[in-house]
C-alpha cells in the first residue's frame, strides 16, 4: 500500500473514529474550541459596529469581509456539492476564466446514497474537502440533504433520496469529510425546499409530526452527530415564513433544541426581511438582489437588508445589538474553524486519489435493476457492440445550477467503453435520438458539438441497423441538466423519458432482443418497456469518471452493488404528493406571489405511501442486484430493558452463495405492530454492507434502542408506545429475508 493511500485511509478510518491518529492539527479539539473562542472574544471587544455590519453579510457574489484592521480574513464560500465551482467574477455569476481552477466532479449525491456505503460519505467528504482547500475555500455549500417528495424535483440528483434515516447516515460522513480539512460545510437548503417550481415562493405546509418524522432528520443528523459547521436557509417559506429567517426552523429547533453552534447563512437572494433576519438567527447574508427594494443592483452589498438597513436601526437605538454579537460570534467562530485556523492541511486538486474515490463512489452507486443474463458482458461471444443514446457522449457536468462544474476531464460512458473494450470486442456508436445539444452553464462550455440537424426517422435507423448488427446493443439515455430534466429553478414537466426514447427503445429491443438499457437520470423515471427488456442498469450523474465506473461494472470488473435511495414508481399515481393533488402548490389569489403547498402525504412518502396503499412499483425502495446472490438467514435478536432504557442487538447472516465475490446491503426496518396512531408499514432504521467471497459468510450485528421505535406526536413529541413490534431484514424494502420480533414495554 502506497504511503499516501496508507496515510489517507488511516485519516479517514481516524475521522470514523475507530482508529486514533495524530492529525494535522495536534490540539486536541476541545482546547482548539476554547482557544478559538477566547480569539473571538478579543476580537469583538475591539470590531467597530460598522466592522460588526461587515461582516455578516456578502461584499461579492461569494465572500463576505473580514475585518482586516484586526487581522481577520474574509470568508470565501463555493458550491457545490460535487465538485468546486470554478472562479467567478467579483459580482457576476459568470466564471472568470481562470485557468488553473478545474476540478474533480465526484458522482452526484444521489449516487453517493445508493452506495449504502457510510464510508464512501466520509471518502467523498474526505476528496472534495480536499479541492476546496486546495482553492482556499471557507465554506463548501453542500451537502443538500432535501428528502426526494417527488421525483420531477428538478434537483433530486443534488440530494440523498426519499428516506430520512438513509439520508442522515449518509451526510454525516460527508459532513465529517469535509470538515477534516478545515473547511465547513453548509447542509441545504433548511428545510422543506422540496420542489424547484415556485421555489422562492412555496409556502410548505406540513403538521408537526411530518415535518419531524421525515424532513429535519437528515439536516439533524448532520448538524448534531456531523457537527456541521454551518447551514444554509432555503428560499421557500414554511408555514408562512421564509425558511432562511424562520422564527420556528431557526430559533426554535436549530439553534434551541438542536444547540447549533454555526453559522446560518443565507440561499443566495434567501433574505427578504432586515426585521425577520434580526431576530429569527440569519447569520450571514448571501447573494440577496436588493437596491433596499427589490431589484439587483450590482455592488448593492450596503444595501443588503442586515447592511446598512440593520446598521441604521442601531445607530437610531430602534434595535440593540444582541443579536448582532451573537451573529458576528457565529461568523467569526466559522472563519477561525476555517481559514483562521493555521493548523489545517493543505489540501490537494486533481490528485490520482480524487479521480480514484470518484471511479470508486460511481462504481459502487450504479444499481442493477434488472438482469436476465447479459451481465457481466460475455467477451468470449460478445464481439460487436452497438452504444446507442445521446447520454453515451453527452457531457453531463456542465449544466444543472449552482452544482454545475468545469472539470479537469469527464469520461464519457462512451469512452469508458471504448477503452475498457480496446481489443475485445467491436464498440459501433449510434445517436438514437437528439435530445438537449446544449453545453454551456454561466461561461463555461463542454466544447462538444451535439448538433445533428438529421431527420429523427433517419437518426433511428441508423441505431437500428447498427443495433441489428451488433452481438449486444447497450442504449445509454435517460434525463440530462437542461432546465425541466434535473436542473436547479425548474421541475420536471413529466415522469417518462423525453425526447422519444421510449420509441427509441422499443425499436431497438425489436431490432436486437440482447438490450442493455443504461439510464442516467438524478431520479425515478417511467420505464414501460422493464418488462420486455431484459437488462436494466440505473446510472446516475457520475462525474469524472462516469464512463470508467460504468465499464467497470458492464464488464463484471466491479460487481455492482448500488441500492436504490428512492422508490422506482410505475407511474406519478403511486407517489403520494401526485395521488392526493399535493404537487405542485395553489397561488395564493390574495395579490401575493405565495403558492401553498400542502404537504398532504404527511410522513407516508416514497415506499412509505406505497406499503400504506399496497402498491407495487417497478422497483422499490433499497433494490439493487449483484452478479451473485446472497442468502440473509438465521436472525436473531436479543433485547433488555424496558421504555428509554431498552436495548436489542439484532444479529443475522449472510453467505455469498455465488460463484463470484460481491457486496450485499442488508437493511434493516421496524414495524410497530399495535399503535395509536398510523404508521408506515415499516421504517429504515438500519443497513449494513458488506463484502464476501464466493461463499463467505459473515454474522451482521445491528444495535437499536427506544429511539428506533419512536414517532411524533404533536403533544407528546418523541414517544414509543409499549407493544408487539417486528423487526424485518432484507436486501430491498420488499425483499425481506427474515423477521423477528419482540414486546417492548
Ligand atoms: C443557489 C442554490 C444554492 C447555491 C447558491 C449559490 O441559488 O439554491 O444551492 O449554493 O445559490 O450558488
Known amino acids: 500500500m502506497k504511503i499516501t493511500k496508507f496515510f489517507s485511509t488511516v485519516v479517514l478510518l481516524a475521522l470514523l473514529g475507530t482508529v486514533s491518529c495524530s492529525c494535522p492539527s495536534s490540539q486536541s479539539s476541545d482546547s482548539r474550541a476554547d482557544d478559538i473562542e477566547a480569539r473571538i472574544d478579543d476580537v469583538m471587544s475591539k470590531m467597530t459596529l460598522h466592522e ?27 458550491d457545490g456539492p460535487h465538485g468546486i465551482r470554478p472562479e467567478v467574477l467579483w459580482d457576476d455569476w459568470n466564471q472568470a476564466g481562470w485557468t488553473n481552477d478545474s476540478c474533480v466532479a465526484f458522482p452526484a449525491l444521489t449516487c453517493l446514497a445508493a452506495t449504502w456505503n457510510q464510508e464512501l460519505g466520509l471518502l467523498y467528504g474526505k476528496s472534495i474537502g480536499e479541492e476546496a482547500r486546495y482553492r482556499n475555500k471557507a465554506v463548501l455549500l453542500g451537502p443538500g440533504v432535501n428528502i426526494c417528495r417527488t421525483p420531477l424535483n428538478g434537483r433530486s440528483f443534488e440530494y440523498l433520496g426519499e428516506d430520512p434515516y438513509l439520508s442522515g447516515r449518509m451526510a454525516v460522513g460527508y459532513v465529517k469529510g469535509v470538515q477534516s480539512n478545515g473547511v465547513a460545510v453548509c447542509v441545504k437548503h433548511y428545510a422543506l425546499n422540496n420542489n424547484e417550481v415556485d421555489r422562492y415562493t412555496t409556502n410548505a405546509i406540513a403538521d408537526e409530526r411530518t415535518l419531524r418524522e421525515i424532513y429535519l432528520p437528515a439536516f439533524k443528523a448532520a448538524v448534531v452527530e456531523g457537527g456541521a459547521w454551518s447551514i444554509m436557509g432555503g428560499y421557500n417559506l414554511f408555514r408562512g415564513q421564509h425558511a432562511c429567517h424562520n422564527d420556528y426552523l431557526m430559533n426554535k429547533i436549530l439553534k434551541g433544541e438542536w444547540g447549533f453552534d454555526g453559522a446560518v447563512i443565507s440561499d443566495w437572494g434567501g433574505t427578504q426581511s432586515t426585521e425577520e433576519a434580526i431576530f429569527n438567527s440569519l447569520d450571514l447574508e448571501y447573494g440577496t438582489w436588493t437596491d433596499g427594494l427589490k431589484m439587483g443592483l450590482t455592488n448593492a452589498y450596503d444595501n443588503y437588508y442586515m447592511a446598512r438597513p440593520y446598521e441604521k436601526l442601531i445607530e437610531e437605538g430602534k434595535v440593540g445589538t444582541k443579536e448582532l454579537d451573537d451573529k458576528v460570534r457565529r461568523v467569526l467562530r466559522l472563519i477561525f474553524r476555517t481559514t483562521g485556523d493555521k493548523n ?71 469512452d469508458g467503453l471504448k477503452k475498457r473494450l480496446a481489443g475485445k470486442a467491436e464498440v459501433v456508436y449510434a445517436r438514437g435520438y437528439v435530445g438537449d445539444a446544449s453545453g454551456e452553464y454561466n461561461g463555461v462550455t463542454t466544447g462538444q458539438d451535439l448538433s445533428d440537424n438529421r ?36 421541475d420536471r414537466l413529466e415522469y417518462s423519458l423525453p425526447y422519444g426514447q421510449n420509441e427509441v427503445i422499443e ?9 442493455i438499457v443504461v439510464n442516467i437520470s438524478g431520479n425515478a423515471v417511467a420505464m414501460p418497456w422493464a418488462d420486455k427488456v431484459p437488462t436494466i442498469v440505473q446510472d446516475w450523474y457520475l ?17 455492482p452493488s448500488g441500492h436504490l435511495p428512492m422508490t422506482w414508481y410505475a407511474s406519478l399515481e403511486q407517489n403520494g404528493a401526485h395521488a392526493l393533488g399535493a404537487y405542485p402548490g395553489v397561488k395564493r389569489n390574495d395579490g401575493s406571489d405565495i403558492t401553498d403547498l400542502e404537504y398532504k402525504e404527511g410522513v407516508f412518502v416514497g415506499y412509505r405511501y406505497v406499503e400504506k396503499n399496497n402498491l407495487k412499483p417497478l422497483f422499490p425502495f433499497g433494490h439493487g442486484l449483484s452478479y451473485t446472490t446472497f442468502e440473509v438467514d438465521n436472525a436473531k435478536i436479543k433485547t433488555s430493558g424496558s421504555g428509554d432504557s431498552f436495548k436489542a442487538t439484532v444479529t443475522v447472516d449472510v453467505t455469498n452463495t455465488g460463484k463470484v465475490e460481491g457486496a450485499e446491503v442488508v437493511q ?60 424485518l431484514l432484507g436486501v430491498s424494502s420488499a425483499d425481506i429475508r427474515q423477521t423477528v420480533s419482540f414486546d417492548y414495554k
Request: some cysteine; glycine content about 10%.
Open 52 to 78: 460588526k455590519i461587515g461582516v455578516i453579510h456578502a461584499q461579492s457574489k461569494f465572500s463576505s469581509a473580514g475585518v482586516p484592521r484586526l487581522g481577520i480574513p474574509e470568508l470565501w464560500c463555493t
Open 507 to 515: 425499436a431497438l429491443l425489436a431490432a436486437n432482443k440482447n438490450l
Open 668 to 727: 434493516l426496518y421496524v414495524s410497530d405492530l399495535e399503535c395509536s396512531v398510523e404508521r408506515p408499514v415499516k421504517e429504515l432504521k438500519g443497513f449494513a454492507k458488506v463484502n464476501l467471497k464466493a461463499g463467505e459468510k459473515q454474522t451482521l450485528s445491528f444495535a437499536l434502542d427506544s429511539e428506533a421505535l419512536k414517532f411524533y406526536d404533536e403533544k407528546e413529541g418523541w414517544k414509543a408506545e409499549a407493544g408487539k413490534f417486528d423487526v
Open 344 to 414: 489545517r492541511p493543505f489540501g490537494s486538486l486533481c490528485s490520482d486519489e480524487h479521480y480514484a474515490a470518484a471511479q470508486k463512489i460511481g462504481e459502487e452507486g450504479i444499481v442493477l435493476l434488472k438482469n436476465e443474463g447479459l451481465l457481466p458482458l460475455d467477451l468470449e461471444k460478445t464481439k460487436k457492440i452497438a452504444v446507442v443514446g445521446e447520454n453515451a457522449i453527452k457531457m453531463m457536468t456542465v449544466g444543472g445550477g449552482s452544482s454545475s462544474l468545469k472539470v479537469q476531464h469527464e469520461i464519457s460512458p462512451l
Open 543 to 559: 462525474g469524472s469518471e462516469a464512463g470508467t465506473s460504468l465499464a467497470s461494472v458492464l464488464t463484471g470488473d466491479v460487481n
Open 455 to 490: 431527420p429523427a426517422s433517419v437518426i433511428l435507423a441508423e441505431a437500428v441497423k447498427v443495433a441489428a448488427e451488433s452481438d449486444v446493443v447497450i442504449f445509454i439515455g435517460g434525463l440530462n441538466k437542461a432546465d425541466h430534466m434535473d436542473a436547479e429553478g425548474s
